[in-house]
């Protein structure tokens, strides 16, 4: 006689299929092996030069100053932007403004569960988004005030850390705050061969395990031209490299147009709405 049925538990479906982890599939860590496919194409079919289909949206979440929602292929991260606000501590006073960035990653957002407590990536990507965003926000508008910017990465899909500044540049004009010229950031991985723009999980997992690729993230202002903040990792000659910051540069650019269009749109819908 089976045992009665408990009604404080939801029972699955009659048919159902085990959940196999995909890190554990051999077959997919076959395919996934390097960093380019056999005949030197990429493994998603994009060319060298392209970059992911890009969503941008600012003015997410309404308790913020400013704010702004994004996804690169499968990487999706939310930034909000609180301030400026007073200085509480008089150690902390200084005459010109302050910015402080703080990116998160949630423990869903990665295949391997991440923990609470901000780790060495998550305070090394801080740290660049912070400087990228002092080189373009007017800290001098705002003395003796602080604005916090803070990035939740809900999907590493690849290129968290130029999703983050591109999100960061865009939520801080959405919050009003005076800058000299809008943030774009990009990542890039080459070899002495070869050089693909918008590297994916699957890529960089590929450029990590490979000594002979580098990586790089430029965060460039595409008016005035100038670099906000660059990270590099990997040997490589000063040619490749330099070669690696023009390619990225001219990734910046159509990526700055995404954000122009992000802004505009949320212009126009504001002046809608007061009318």
Known sequence: ???PPDSRRICGPEESVPYVPE?????????????????????????????RPMFLQCGTVSQASGSAYIEVGRTKLLCSVHGPRDTVRRRDFQL????????????????????????KEE??????????MEGAVCLEKFP?????????????????????????????????????????????????????????????DGVHSDSRWSSLV??????????????????????RCSAAVKMAAEA????HQVQRQCLQAAVKSSTEAST
Not at 221 to 236: F, R, V
Not at 252 to 255: A, I
């Open 218 to 239: 430029l965060a460039l202002m595409p008016a005035s031209g100038e670099i906000a903040a660059m990270q590099q990792c990997g040997k490589t000659s000063s040619s």
């Open 144 to 204: 003796k005030a602080k604005v916090d910017v803070h990035v939740m990465v809900l999907e590493d899909g690849g290129g968290v850390l130029a999703a983050a500044i591109t999100a960061a540049s865009v939520a801080l004009a959405d919050a009003h705050i005076e800058m000299l010229d809008m943030v774009a950031g990009v990542c890039l991985a080459f070899d002495s061969s070869a050089m693909i723009v918008d590297t994916d999980s699957e890529e960089e």
């Open 123 to 132: 305070t090394d990507m801080s740290r660049i988004v912070t400087q990228a």
């Open 96 to 119: 010109h403004g302050q910015i402080s960035a703080e990116v998160k990653f949630t423990p869903y957002s990665c295949r391997r569960r991440r923990g609470h407590q901000q780790d």
């Open 23 to 51: 890190a554990t599939s051999s077959s997919v860590v076959e395919e996934r092996d390097g960093v380019l496919c056999a005949d030197s194409a990429r493994r998603d079919g994009r060319s060298m030069d392209a970059i």
């Open 252 to 255: 910046c650019l159509r990526v």
């Open 1 to 3: 006689m089976p045992p």
